[in-house]
């Protein structure tokens, strides 16, 4: 249940880090820092013996600082599925986020695999549009949870986990061709 949490972390740090990568649009390549403090939400299903799978979304605000020192914002949510092989306690999560910034919306997905404190993975931009059409960029991403409450109810689907957390990509790579 915990993996859940580190599932929801990673999306809300990989939706995090595509925003902060824009920063100020020009076209060109890049480097940015990213930090991204996020909350979650979603359902828990027992999908077979010592298995669950998480279904939710992941929102929140990502601080980026770009190679050239500047600081920027952007809105983001992340739906993903996280499966959690309770015997080993580890989770594989993949998600997409939409990065909501002036000038057009960036795109991702990302992968994660780890334990339920910390999980490592990577996040690839998939597509853009407005001043951020064409953009392409990935970077590893780290995502680690604060706090969970945890439901009881997990068969019926009910909601069962809420959870704060903060993703961090140290140096994720872009590339904006101009845009439209």
């Not at 020192?69 to 092989?85: H, K, Q, R, S, W």
Request: glycine share 16%; charged share 20%.
């Amino acid at each position: 249940m915990g993996k859940r949490l580190r599932t929801v972390r990673a999306a809300s740090f990989l939706g995090l880090l595509i925003v902060g990568l824009v920063g100020p649009v020009s076209a060109g390549d890049g480097v940015a820092e990213i930090i991204a403090p996020w909350e979650g939400n979603g359902r828990l299903y027992k999908v077979g013996p010592g298995r669950l799978q998480f279904l939710g979304s992941f929102e929140g605000i990502m601080y980026v600082r770009s190679g050239g020192g500047d600081f920027d914002t952007a809105l983001f949510v992340c739906p993903a599925i996280e499966e959690i092989d309770v015997a080993s306690n580890t989770t594989t999560t993949h998600g997409r986020c939409h990065i909501v910034i002036a000038g057009g919306n960036i795109f991702s997905e990302f992968e994660c695999v780890g334990d339920r404190k910390i999980c490592k993975g990577s996040m690839t931009l998939t597509a853009g549009t407005g001043e951020f059409a064409g953009i392409t960029g990935s970077g590893a991403m780290e995502a680690r949870t604060v706090m969970s409450s945890l439901g009881s109810d997990v068969a019926s689907g009910h909601p069962v986990e809420e959870a704060s957390g903060i993703a961090v990509w140290p140096s994720f790579e872009y590339s904006v061709p101009g845009g439209e």
